[in-house]
């Protein structure tokens, strides 16, 4: 079994990827959680439906749920030991939350069926991003929001230094963690010129692709037109 994150790219999370993921990256990812409360949540409306597309161990599907008690949400992971995962940390939660699996790039759900999409840390690792984002915009009712974060390509060394300072782990990794960061996490990621030539085809209002502020992440934000 290739082992994290040495494998050339994770297409499906194992538990040994979730775990160094959940333990060690996602307390450095979780301060841009910000774009969520300005990009995301302010266009939905009281008792929305959503899809958290790549929902992983849910910590960002739990930080909207907090926010908003009155959303609807459905996480979405290509991978069963993700799901589980997230079932378990949000059975509290009760039925407005619920897990499935499901995959990015052929999602299993109707046309225009769900109020809001979101993403966060995902579209590196599908099978054609360009298709993902297609479906996605294809299950979003018009207006819905649209929010996409991943690692950036592009990212400045200041911004992934102070990111990787966030990680769980012993300060002496350091140069170890940055190295990994630049290389298997942003180097397989996308660009913010990528993340525009994605953005493009879409049929968004109020469009926005930008850098994260401070962050080696980067965000396509805006809502369906029609
Ligand atoms: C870096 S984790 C991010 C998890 C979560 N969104 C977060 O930010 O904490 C990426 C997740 O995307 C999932 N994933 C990868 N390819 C996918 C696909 N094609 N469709 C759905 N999920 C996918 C992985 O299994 C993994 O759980």
């Known amino acids: 079994m290739p082992m994290a994150p040495f494998d050339s790219i994770t297409a499906v999370y194992t538990p040994a990827h979730a775990w160094m993921y959940e333990a060690i990256v996602a307390p450095a990812v979780y301060p841009s959680r910000h774009v969520i409360d300005e990009h995301f949540l302010p266009f939905l409306a009281e008792n929305a439906h959503i899809l958290d597309v790549g ?33 378990r940390r949000m059975r509290h939660y009760g039925e407005r939350v619920r897990f499935r699996v499901g995959d990015a790039t052929r999602l299993d759900f109707a046309d225009g069926v769900f109020d809001g999409v ?25 207006a819905g929001p649209l929010l996409i974060t991943d690692a950036d390509r592009s990212t400045s060394f200041d911004d992934a230094e102070r990111f990787i300072e966030n990680y769980r782990t012993p300060r002496l990794l350091g140069g170890i963690n940055l190295a990994i960061f630049h290389t298997w996490i942003a180097g397989r990621s996308i660009s913010l010129e990528e993340a525009r030539d994605l953005a493009d085809p879409l049929d968004l209002v109020d469009e926005e692709v930008s850098r994260i502020p401070g962050m080696p992440l980067v965000m396509i934000s805006g809502r369906k037109a029609g």
Not at 57 to 72: C, M, V, W
Not at 74 to 79: N, P, S
Not at 118 to 142: A, D, F, N, Q
């Open 55 to 87: 929902s992983g161990g849910a910590s960002f599907t739990k930080y909207i749920a907090d926010r908003r008690p009155d959303l609807d949400i459905i996480g979405l992971d290509l991978a069963v030991p993700q799901v589980k995962r997230a079932t």
């Open 118 to 142: 979101i993403s966060y840390g995902s579209i590196k690792h599908w099978s054609s991003r360009e298709t993902g984002l297609t479906e996605c915009m294809r299950v979003l009712k018009p």
